[in-house]
């Protein structure tokens, strides 16, 4: 087991006191004029140690047990192999494979002639696989328990420009033999199984300039491919056809050079350029199917109006104050709840305890003041020491706000956290916040990155929110997409707009607690009706969520 040390942490973060004091801030007190304003809080709790820099918003917590926040992998010790391999030395001989490839994985032999596949990572074992043949074609499969899963094979593809991903150990080894470096995942094809990207180093992830998928040829192995495309970039996928082979040893054993499959790798769709036969059931079910391809936004009313859809542009606006923010929160949370989306988040105008109440409280439907009453402990044992917040942590990802961010950035970031963690959604809230470098007229800047974030909503097949806010208010009128600031193509580039409204009551002038949804925008009939509409939801204060109003 990975030994776990609190104070370790806490020297990593940079904080050095041992009990409930203040000190100088990690993040932000070199940058200050007052260097030696102690403005950082640190809070010796019962179960961990909380911070905030009462400066610049810096926020979190060490748990004084890795196991209430981290996750705590299990390390095997090693595996035992007998010293007589001739049974599995004879076994692959008949697949094609030689002692020396086995050797190079350091494959074992186990009782009962089990195989043995050693999982390495930067030259530790984190995983032992093991295959028992159960006669007749069936086979069982174990691995140790809460083990780190990673690629089988990854420490033989650092050097290499090309990642080549299989289905399974014996096809590694399989193209190994003929000196062709690859990966296997460990645990099947669906996406949720894929824990092993999200183990990846972003620096290991980016190095490769296209990633091949030679999955076996049959329904688990379309389902895994398909999978794998959908969490890389499509113009870097490259597709291997075994054509009468099942996969990469039966290939090898049919006495094929398996250079010449990884070569003719296809790209997925080549240059951009795709066929109406290629979308044949996009196209029959958009004209004649019912179009399951949607996903609903957790309000009956407004489902009426728009449907969800990956791939695509919504711009989101409105007066400061008026509900933007809480609108789009809550969106995300419906979908999370739902779907299981993950969502990257920039929520620049946010601190990170803030924000995270705000989801917990919306993902909960209790007010953060509720639990506060019951007690300080209890409250932290519900909010930060619970199941939610790891749930929490893994569907709502963000960008740091300690530094400035501008579109390319983001658009790299979002490529590398759909690959390793397959999120669904990218928020941008607001664009006033971005760091915005341009040197002409701002209207052809805005126009420029929303084209990029077009493109980059289709390529990774995800939906991007983008909140803009309006020109200066012109009293209570209600703006309009023109009205955002700097260019009419906040309009003209989105595919959803929508404006969020809270009214003034005539009288007492205080806003309403209820947010008008107006629907200025619907590009065309697959996402909705393009006439708009508007719906009122109502804020219910007890749960902190918005909800239909009437049938």
């Known amino acids: ?66 196991s ?49 596949f050693p999982y390495y990572k930067n030259g530790i074992l984190v995983n032992v696989k093991t295959r028992t043949n159960l006669g007749d074609g069936k086979k069982t499969f174990t691995q140790t328990k809460d083990s780190e899963k990673t690629f089988f094979g990854v420490d033989f593809v650092k050097d290499d420009k090309n990642l080549i991903i299989v289905e399974g150990e014996i096809d590694v080894l399989s193209l190994a033999e003929q000196g062709i470096n690859s990966v296997s995942v460990p645990q099947g094809g669906s996406d949720k199984k894929l824990e092993c990207l999200s183990n990846c180093s972003n620096e290991f992830l980016e190095k490769f300039k296209t990633f091949i998928i030679a999955t076996d040829n049959d329904e688990v192995g379309y389902s895994l491919r398909e999978n794998l495309i959908s969490r890389f970039p499509k113009d870097k996928c490259k597709i291997v056809k075994w054509g009468k082979y099942k996969d990469a040893n039966e290939a090898l054993v049919a006495g094929e050079d398996l250079h010449t499959y990884i070569n003719n790798a296809e790209y997925v769709g080549t240059d951009g350029i ?26 009956d009313n407004l489902d009426k109006i728009i449907k969800i859809k990956t791939g695509y542009l919504m711009v989101v606006s409105g007066y400061p104050s008026r509900g933007k923010s809480t609108f789009v929160d809550n969106l995300l949370v419906n979908l999370t709840k739902k779907y299981g989306f993950k969502h990257l988040i920039a ?25 506060i009453n019951e007690g300080k402990d209890k409250a932290f044992e519900k909010i930060l020491c619970t199941d939610d917040f790891f749930f929490i942590s893994e569907h ?98 989105s595919d959803y707009g929508i404006i969020v409204h809270r009214e003034r009551d005539n009288f007492t002038q205080k806003l309403s607690n209820n947010p008008i949804i107006h629907i200025q925008k619907v590009k065309n009939f697959s996402i909705g009706d393009p006439s708009g509409g508007k719906i009122e939801l109502f804020y219910n204060a007890n749960k902190r969520i918005l909800e239909d109003i009437g049938g």
């Open 68 to 116: 209430k926040f981290h996750k705590q992998y299990n390390r095997p010790a090693g595996f035992k192999s007998k010293e007589n391999k001739s049974p599995l030395i004879k076994y692959f001989a008949k697949r094609g494979i030689s002692e020396n490839t086995l050797n190079k994985y350091n494959i074992g032999l186990g009782n009962n002639n089990t195989i043995i």
């Open 396 to 493: 709502f990802i963000l960008f740091d706000n300690n530094r400035m961010w501008n579109i390319d950035d983001i658009c790299k970031c979002a490529e590398l956290e759909v690959i390793k963690h397959g999120i669904k959604t990218l928020v941008i809230d607001p664009y006033n916040r971005l760091q915005n470098d341009y040197k002409d007229r701002e209207d052809k800047y805005i126009g420029s990155i929303l084209a990029k974030l077009c493109t980059l909503a289709k390529r990774l097949d995800i939906l991007i929110i983008f909140v803009a806010h309006p020109k200066k208010p012109d009293g209570e009128t209600i703006p309009t997409m023109y009205s955002i600031s700097g260019s009419g193509d906040w309009y003209n580039m």
């Open 274 to 299: 795709i066929t109406f036969k290629e979308k044949w059931d996009e196209i029959y079910n958009e004209l004649f199917g019912d179009d399951k391809n949607f996903y609903n936004t957790g309000w």
């Open 1 to 66: 087991m990975v030994t776990y040390d609190y104070r370790q942490k806490l020297n990593e973060i940079g904080i050095t006191l041992d009990k409930t004091g203040k000190q100088t801030c990690p993040q932000c007190s070199e940058k200050r004029r007052n260097k030696l304003d102690k403005c950082l809080t640190v809070s010796f709790e019962r179960d961990a140690i909380l911070y905030y820099c009462h400066h610049c918003g810096w926020t979190g917590s060490v748990f004084y047990e890795e």
């Open 347 to 371: 929520s620049f105008e946010n601190t990170m305890g803030n924000y995270y109440k705000t989801i917990y409280e919306m993902y909960n439907q209790q007010p953060f003041w509720k639990l």
